[in-house]
Each structure stands twice: as C-alpha cells, then as structure tokens.
C-alpha cells in the first residue's frame, strides 16, 4: 500500500501523519505533500520520507495576501497533479492547511481515493471545503461541524500520537535528561513558530520560580524566529544556565513531555492529544493568531478529563502563570494520582492503528 500525505502550515499538521506513517508495514511505502520553505516539515526530513513541495500561500488576511494565494493556486494545482500521477498512491491522506487544498483536488480528479484527518474541534477550511467529497473523514468527537459528522463516510476519532509517547514511561525520560527524583521540571513553548507573549511570560517564570527554587529545572523552547531575542533578554539568568535552559527548539518532544511535571504551551490539537497519552498538567494558553480560534474551541473541547488550566493569552500576567504553575506543580494528590494513572494511559486505544484499518479497507 502506498500513501501519500499532505499537510503543512504548522506541526500540528504534520505530526498526526507522522504518527500515521510510522505504523506502516515494511512492505508499504509513506510519501509526503509539503509546503515550500516551511518549517513545520523539518521532523519529515529526519524521519527519512521521500518529500515533494507544493509553493502555496494563505488564503486569509489582506487583499493582497488573499490574492496572492489565489494566483498560486493553478501552478500548485498542476504541480500536485504531476507528483500524484508519478507516485500513484492507493490513496491521498490530507491533514489540513492550504498545501493540502491542490493535492485533494488532483487526486479526485485522478479517481485516487482521498482521506481527511481533521484534530480539530471547529474544522479548517481545506476540511469544510472537500470534507464531502472524501471517501474517508476523521473528525474528534464533539466537532462543532455537525453537518459533517453525519456523512456515511464520517469516522470519530482522536489525534494520532507517535509511538514514542507510548514506549517513554515518567522515570525512563527524567533518567535520559538527568533529572533526579527530587527535582521537578517545567516544559514550556510556544509551537514550531514560538510565540511573543509566551515567551515574555515564561521568562519572567524562569526569573520569578526558577531562578530562586533549586529543586526545579525549566526548559523554554523560544522558536526558530525568536531564539536570539530571548537569549539577549535572558542574561540576568544565565548564572542559573544549568537549570534555566533556553533552546531554540525541542527535537526530542516524546522524551522531554514524558518527563514533564508541568507543561506549558498552546492548545493545538496534537499538543492536547500529546498531553493526554502523557498525563502531565498543563497550562494551556490557546493561540489567538490561528483562524476561528479553534485552539480556544480545541480547549473546551477536547480536555475532557485532562489536568489542564486554560489561560486566554488576552489575560495572561506574569503574576497569573507564576500562581498556576506553582499551584499545579505544588498539588501532590494531582501528581500521585497521574502518575499512578500513567500505565493506563498508555494503554489508550491506538487511533493511529484504527485509521489505518479503515484505510485498508477503502483500498
């Protein structure tokens, strides 16, 4: 069998594929659809799939933004229907962004069977667009995209989660990173791209909790864009360097989640669905940036059950993450109750492997 996947714009996009590819028996073949120049694609490079790159732009903002998109469309269109026709997949697997819009396209007009994975709760466009069309559509349960949901062709499932998260147990990654039992460590970013206000929040953490409490170790992921005006900001800390760490991205995510107490990031689908095989807190600060504000309806949505406090980065301070953090790290009957939970959470049900099954079938 042999599948094509397409998605781009952020790493949420591309990790539930990833976690999808990763499942393939030896003898199928995973290729991948990729926005030109995006840096979301880095994890598909290290994993070895063979990557074709489609040039297109947004659809949203401006006039001129808008028209820009829309001039790109034609040539990324021909270009897509040139690389299915070369691979010739049994089918196309979709994940969202706009990379995605001229692969669905070509390939129904090609006659190859077209899947669309949608994580999250209010569904992007590229999903609202062909949702109807594909032969197979996963959405998360709750979707607010009801009409959707009851096509013959409509599944419920959760965000894919890599196989990594499921093998790394609490001890076996704190071991890894060299964190001992008494020390406590917060992870935070701000997705692939990084995020201003977060970043200004969760350095102010580092001076406020960090730097004065031995026993917890913070490791900040800035972004790529970011990484050198967070660094010029943070030397009042650097005599804490060994506990207060700054990177310009995390490249083992599995490894340093596995081994967080508390967790500090944006509310994407992939994240949320990360945090719950997991079981760590987490303060999630939702992305007012992303369209329809489907991080914040993702928030609501999909945290059911999860030890998670929800900030609305229009109400972030510093004073606030500093109480939440503390707060949550501080629970005792929260942590023991989580990690005593961890083997269970595991042993969640592989919704990589039941997509695939149902792939299969349409194949």
Known sequence: MKILFVGGGTAGHIMPALSIAERLAPSDTAYFILREGGRENEPVYKAGYPAYHLKVFSLSGGIL?????????????????????????DAVFA????????????????????????????????TRLFGK????????EGTLDTGLASLPQAHTSGTPVRRAF??????????????????????????????DRLNCACLSLMRGLCAKTKDIIHIHSTGVRYFDKVKA????????????????????????????????????????????????????????NVKDDHQSKNALGLLKGSPALVIRESELTDELLYDSALRLLNDKSLRKSLYKNTRAKKLMQDEARKILDEIAKLV
């Open 65 to 89: 933004s808008r028209l820009k998109g829309i001039l790109a469309l034609p040539s990324a269109k021909y270009n897509a229907k040139r690389i299915i026709k070369e691979i010739m997949p």
């Open 95 to 126: 994940t969202g962004g706009y990379v995605s819009y001229p692969a669905l396209s070509s390939a129904r007009g090609l006659g190859i069977p077209t899947v669309i994975h949608e994580a999250n709760i209010k569904s992007g466009l590229v």
């Open 133 to 140: 069309y594909a032969d197979l559509l996963f959405l998360p």
């Open 166 to 195: 499921f093998e790394l147990g609490y001890s076996e990654a704190r071991r890894a990173l060299g964190i001992s039992e008494n020390q406590r460590l917060i992870i935070s970013q701000g997705g692939s791209l990084g995020a």
């Open 233 to 288: 900001e943070a030397t009042d800390i650097s005599a804490h360097a060994e506990r207060c760490k700054i990177l310009s991205y995390l490249e083992n995510m599995p490894l340093y989640l596995s081994a967080a107490d508390l967790i500090i990031c944006r509310a994407g689908a992939s994240s949320i669905a990360e945090l719950k095989v997991c079981g760590t807190p987490a303060i999630l600060i939702p992305s007012p």
